[in-house]
């Protein structure tokens, strides 16, 4: 019985690791279906809504892509020039941020110096014949990149359509998969649990990220720093990666403040102002308008946006957090995974999980 236990475990765990080694190698293949099915589920909500008031599901699925594709071209119709104006000044840049942080930098320039000196006293003793690597052009990899995005997100977007026009075909063709009523019931329960809960998270840190956008443009252009409407996008954008956006975004509108001011100390008004606005949405706003239902623990976010990011970059980090939501409601409302559930929880003290029932599909 122990050797039968032992294997199960052995198993487990190499099934685990294939998971993983096969998302990692086929992440230009899984990444646009999950981006599909999260999109899927954030609109969900919308499209039952505009299928009661009459329209079908083909026209509200039609209309809610047509609007995210039309916001996601705007993004890059209004940013596409100046990020591309900012990457031919970044010598520049880093050239000017060097001379006005000079004064905090001479101990490090000296400690670079002294290392320099020591590469060289080691090349004259053993001369090794260099060896370069012709890297690709600018150009090429800026255009494979793009073809890349653009690729993703053609992709994402087609299979939302698909998803939202289908209707209630998804969670028909589920329930006729399983034998049991009990297992029906379960199924459709966890399909509305995980369908209600990522779509009012995703809904409700778009509108969240979106307003800390429009706050931070309007304290950036306040302060007269130019292209403050990009800086707001930005930050809109990098608010989706937890802990990690904020701190991002905040080094890098200082480096850029630090170029644009003459005074350091006016200068770091911008990167102080992003702190303490993101400071203000992660730990009032956001914990108040998400609610304790959806309440995480924190270390576990904190490592599946590291774990996620590894696998897959920034869009892997992207989507940490509603792998996150999907995982712990899935715990849930299984019982031999309740355990796990319940620790990726946040404190729940005062409001422990309820056992899921299936709600119609207009709750």
Known sequence: MDTS?????????????????????????????VLGFILALMLSPVSRVLFRMGSPHAVSAFALVGATALVILLIFAGTASTVAAWSDELPQMGAE?????????????????????????????????????????????????????????????????????SGELFYRKLVQVFPTMDGKKRALATVYDIERRVSRYLLTIAVINASLGASLWLYLAALGMPNAYVWGIAAALLNFLPYIGGFV?????????????????????????????????????????????????????????????????????????????????????????????????????????KEATAPSPGE
């Open 5 to 33: 236990q032992s294997i199960q475990r052995s198993l487990r765990v190499l099934v685990i690791i294939s998971l993983f080694a096969t998302a990692y190698f086929a992440r230009d293949l899984i990444l646009p279906i």
């Open 97 to 165: 941020i060097r001379d006005k942080l000079r004064t905090m930098s001479d101990a490090v320039e000296e400690v670079r110096e002294a290392t320099e000196e020591v590469e060289k006293l080691s090349d004259g003793e053993n001369t090794v014949p260099e060896v370069t690597v012709k890297q690709p052009g600018l150009l090429d990899s800026a255009f494979d990149t793009v073809t890349r995005v653009g690729a993703t997100i053609a992709v994402t977007l087609v299979l939302a359509f698909f998803l939202l026009s």
């Open 249 to 353: 975004g905040s080094m890098l509108v200082g480096a850029f403040a630090i170029v644009t001011f003459d005074s350091l100390g006016y200068a770091l008004l911008a990167p102080l102002g992003y702190l303490f606005l993101t400071s203000l949405e992660g730990q009032f706003i956001t914990p108040w308008l998400v609610g304790r239902r959806l309440a995480m623990n924190t270390v576990a976010v904190f490592l599946t946006v590291v774990l996620w990011g590894w696998l897959w970059g920034i869009p892997g980090a992207l989507v940490a957090v509603p792998f996150l939501v999907v995982f712990k409601v899935i715990c849930e409302n299984f019982e031999p995974l309740r355990t796990v559930g319940i620790f990726l929880s946040g404190d729940e003290k005062d409001n422990p999980p």
